[in-house]
C-alpha cells in the first residue's frame, strides 16, 4: 500500500537549517518522483521542490532557490529536504506527494494524488 511519511520539523530560529524525511512505502522512488510542498494556515498550498525518479530536481517556488535542495535515498526509499537560511515566511506545513500520471516527473502541470500527514516546521525568534 501507497505510503509517505514525513518528519523532522520542528522549531528554529530565522537563519538556522532543518532537514525534512519523507520516507516512502509501498513503491519504488526507482520510478516515482516526489514532491515537497507546504501551507501555511490562510494560504494555498504551494510546491517548493520536487525530484524526479532518475535524481533530477525541480524548484516550485522561487523563494526557496539557493536556500532549499532536496535529495534521496533509493535504498533507504526516503526524500530528504535540507532548508538552510530559514526565514519567518518558510513557516508552514510541509507535506510530501507523489501521483499516477506521468509518476515518474516533476510536471507542474499535473497534480499529485497521495500525500504524507505533514510536518509542521515554525521559524521565529
Known amino acids: 500500500q501507497l505510503k509517505l511519511v514525513e518528519s523532522g520539523g520542528g522549531l528554529v530560529q530565522p537563519g538556522g537549517s532543518l532537514r525534512l524525511s519523507c520516507e516512502a512505502s509501498?513503491?519504488?522512488?526507482?520510478?516515482?518522483?516526489i514532491g515537497w510542498f507546504r501551507q501555511a494556515p490562510g494560504k494555498e498550498r504551494e510546491g517548493v521542490l520536487c525530484?524526479?525518479?532518475?535524481?533530477?530536481?525541480?524548484n516550485f517556488a522561487d523563494s526557496a532557490k539557493g536556500r532549499f535542495t532536496i535529495s534521496k535515498d533509493n535504498a533507504k526509499n526516503t526524500v530528504y529536504l535540507q532548508m538552510n537560511s530559514l526565514k519567518p515566511e518558510d513557516t508552514a506545513v510541509y507535506y510530501c506527494?507523489?501521483?499516477?500520471?506521468?509518476?515518474?516527473?516533476?510536471?507542474?502541470?499535473?497534480?499529485?494524488?497521495?500525500w504524507g500527514q505533514g510536518t509542521q516546521v515554525t521559524v521565529s525568534s
Open positions: 506527494a507523489v501521483r499516477e500520471f506521468l509518476r515518474d516527473t516533476c510536471d507542474r502541470r499535473y497534480e499529485y494524488n497521495y
Open positions: 509501498g513503491f519504488s522512488l526507482n520510478y516515482y518522483a
Open positions: 525530484i524526479s525518479s532518475t535524481g533530477g530536481s525541480t
